[in-house]
Each structure stands twice: as structure tokens, then as C-alpha cells.
């Protein structure tokens, strides 16, 4: 799409040595595709820095946006080591800790972590405009748990809309997984297996530590 | 359950006039059996109000915690006008905004923009746990996107299990459309639909709206 143009109009003009890094959310097959179209003497080396917020765009620029989050950087056997190291610095320099990792594996990763929390936030906010439940207008009686939701239902549509379809292969895969899941849990509601229900609400606690550490 | 035999053990000793009030979360069948264990001289008022915080206990008091959320009160055909107006009056000078409505349609409310908010949240966590993804250890890469739903998951295990049991059927109910809505959505990503996901992605745009205002 849009990095594919990008690189092909860029190609021609690139100087001896030159490095070309992007910041975007999927990487998988997309990073040896860039790779393909650099010209010999440039190097690509795919970056995501993981430091959204609900706001998009140049007025939302904040000076200490990558501070102590996390940056990976996904090369391939392909990349050039000293442009790896180049990119690796300049992230840190702008305080962020840098992780490296498969492409591919990036992308389940981060299909776990941020596509798929930002679906099922968005598929609950549909959920509650079906006429069954919409009509008695149950919004208006919301609390903290929904207004957690909102705020990532109030992301850019665009970016995630180009996030789900760029991901397909691991977030369907994400998707069965959280079905499968779903299914069970509502399962033990439907059995009344408390026992049940609190061993994962246990389990979900430890998530919540590790996410947090 | 616990406030059955609550009433139960204090209804002999109730002055003429009294009102008993509740805090639950789940209404529905619970109101009729609290207002039949009361005594002819006492009077049963439902009442929940919306303000929950993800820690629960003394500890976690704060003085303005109902200030301008809102109340739900969930009079019958049974209720005493006079005790009603009474705990309007309660809630009113702590803060809240006080409505009234049947106590099915508060649980079905409830189910919709708590209840299943919550569930859906311990199922993403849930999910994490799979060993499919697990192995890849995610989570230390959790940005925005998860780390609002670990706050979620942090709430009271005991508590949320009470109330996915107590509220089974209106629960059950909301699981089922939030699934048939995900199939949905995971059927536009599977096809590639970008408009589609884009229609959904605006009409959670004004879901957040209606909850913030």
C-alpha cells in the first residue's frame, strides 16, 4: 500500500549508505517486500514503537512519548548489522528500549496484545448499538468499566481498520483463540461453576501484574 | 444468598416504619424476594448505585465517590411511595442522580455496560494465558490497549463471580449478541470489507459519546 509507493518513489533519490526505517503496526511479510525494493547500497530496517494514545496526528506530538516504552525492531537475515545499530540508537537516544524479533512474530504479538484488546473493544461498543439492547439506551448508565472501552474505541478508524486488514492471519488466529475462550467462560456462567469463574479471574490477575511490570 | 439471610435475621427486629435499602449489583427476581421477607410494618427499597472503582473494601473510601453518578433505584408495584422518595432523598444528598425503573430492566442494563464489559475483559486475559500464544510471552509488550483492560481485571474475583452468577440469564443473553457481533466483525476482516469495519469503527465513535456525555 502507502509504504510500497512511498519506497518506490524514494528508491532513485537514496544516497550511498542511506538507512530507511518506518514506525507501523504490522510487519510480517511486509518487511521483506520493503527490503526488495531499497536499492543496493540502502538498508531497511523495520521499527514499531509500541507508545499509542487515542490521538492521532501532529497536534498529539508529545516530547517524552517514547520514554521507557518499548521499541522492537524486526530484522531479517537480509539486514544490514551497522544500519540495525544506527536505528537501535536512535530510539534509544529518544528513550525508549529496544527489543529485536521475527517479523512474523511481531505481528502475533502485538495481534495479542493491541489488535485484539482494540477489537474486542470495538465489537462491544457495536454489541450495545443492537436495537435488542439499544432501545432501553443502557449507555447512559455507563461506569467505569464501559468508559475503559470507550476511550480505545476512540482511536483513529482509519488506522485500525488498515491494522485489522494489514494483520489478517494473526488476528483471525487471535480471534478463534478469544471465541474459544469466550465459549468456556460462558459455559461456567451457564453451569454456575464459581470454582470455575475465579480460577480465571485469578489467572487474569497475574496477567494484569505482568502487563504492568 | 448473603442478603437473604440478612433480612431474614434482622426482620423480627424492625421498628414500624423502617426502610431497608441495598447496594447490589443484580436486581431482578432478588427485589420480589426481599420485599416478601420483610415485615408488614417495614418497607424494601432496591437501590445500585453506578460508581464502582477497581478496588473494593474501607480502604478505598473516598468521600465523593457518588458525586454526580448516577443511582438506580428499582421500585415494584409493592414499594412503599413514601420509603422511595426517602432513599431518593439519600442518594440525592450524596451526590448522586437518581432514577427509577424494574429491576429486569436494571439487570439487563447492567449486564450491558458493566457487566459484560467486565466478562469480556477477564476473557481477554483469559486469552493471553492460551499456551498457543503464551509461549511467546506478550504481555511485556502490553501497551494502552491492554493496560486498560488489566485495570478492569483487577477488580474484586469474588465480587464479579457473584454477579455473573446472580445475573445468569441477562448476562447469557449479552454474551450471545456480543458473540454474534464478533462473528460478524471477524467475518469483515476474513473478507477484507474495509468499509464495512469503518461503518462499525464510526457507530463506536458515537457509543462513546452518549457514555462520556
Chains 1, 2 share one sequence.
Not at 60 to 69: E, M, V
Not at 71 to 80: F, G, M, R, V
Not at 100 to 121: K, N, R, T, Y
Request: glycine share 8%; aromatic share 6%.
Amino acid at each position: 500500500g502507502t509504504f510500497e509507493r512511498i519506497c518506490q518513489a524514494i528508491a532513485p533519490h537514496l544516497k550511498e549508505g542511506a538507512i530507511v526505517t518506518d514506525v507501523g503496526s504490522v510487519k510480517g511479510a511486509w518487511v521483506a517486500r520493503m527490503e526488495s525494493l531499497m536499492p543496493r547500497h540502502a538498508f531497511f530496517v523495520g521499527g514499531h514503537p509500541i507508545a499509542g494514545r487515542e490521538k492521532s496526528g501532529v497536534e498529539a506530538a508529545t516530547a517524552d512519548l517514547f520514554q521507557g516504552n518499548r521499541c522492537i525492531l524486526t530484522p531479517t537475515a537480509q539486514s544490514n548489522p551497522k544500519a540495525l545499530k544506527k536505528v537501535a540508537a536512535l530510539w534509544e537516544k529518544a528513550g525508549a528500549r529496544v527489543s529485536e524479533m521475527d517479523p512474523f512474530d511481531h505481528d502475533q504479538i502485538l495481534a495479542a496484545v493491541s489488535h485484539l484488546p482494540h477489537l474486542v473493544a470495538y465489537v462491544l461498543m457495536e454489541t450495545l448499538t443492537h436495537p435488542k439492547i439499544a432501545k432501553k439506551n443502557p449507555v447512559q448508565f455507563s461506569a467505569g468499566g464501559l468508559r475503559d472501552f470507550t476511550r480505545i474505541a476512540a482511536s483513529s478508524p482509519e488506522m485500525w481498520r488498515d491494522i485489522f486488514l494489514l494483520n489478517r492471519e494473526a488476528m483471525v488466529e487471535m480471534v478463534d483463540l478469544y471465541q474459544e475462550t469466550l465459549e468456556k467462560v460462558k459455559k461456567k456462567i451457564i453451569d454456575g461453576d464459581g470454582p470455575g469463574l475465579m480460577e480465571i479471574f485469578s489467572r487474569a490477575k497475574s496477567v494484569r501484574q505482568k502487563a504492568l511490570s
